[in-house]
Nanobody, 124 residues
Framework: QVQLVESGGGLVQAGNSLILSCVAS????????MAWFRQAPGKEREFVAA????????FYADSVKGRFAISRDNAKNTVYLQMNTLKPEDTAVYYC?????????????????WGQGTQVTVSS
């Protein structure tokens, strides 16, 4: 079993940056793919970014490509999401996910473990 705890969310003005962290415990995540999703009020949870276990390959939703960067430190059992040039439409609860169990990385049901989420609010 893996427990995931996200942190780093908050209230920022549009154009600014935030970095989210996701710390895993229970077992090492070094062999797992990891991902970030987000969910805005009244909307479904949507894929943001994913990273292979080695950190060599990353994948992004079109809406964040060029602004967000996912990275990982397997020695620290931690995954990061650097968010730059934030927009009001980035406002959501951001969730960390671990262990891909199906082929489509953009679907929430493809991931085994989830954190409790961290709120990101971007003001205009």
């Amino acid at each position: 079993q893996v427990q995931l705890v996200e942190s780093g969310g908050g209230l920022v003005q549009a154009g600014n940056s935030l970095i989210l962290s996701c710390v895993a415990s229970g077992r090492t995540i070094s062999t797992y793919r990891m991902a970030w999703f987000r969910q805005a009020p009244g909307k479904e949870r949507e894929f943001v970014a994913a990273i292979r276990w080695s950190g060599g390959d990353t994948f992004y939703a079109d809406s964040v490509k060029g602004r967000f960067a996912i990275s990982r430190d397997n020695a620290k059992n931690t995954v990061y999401l650097q968010m730059n040039t934030l927009k009001p439409e980035d406002t959501a609860v951001y969730y960390c996910a671990a262990r891909l169990i199906a082929s489509n990385i953009t679907l929430p049901r493809s991931w085994s473990y989830w954190g409790q989420g961290t709120q990101v609010t971007v003001s205009s």
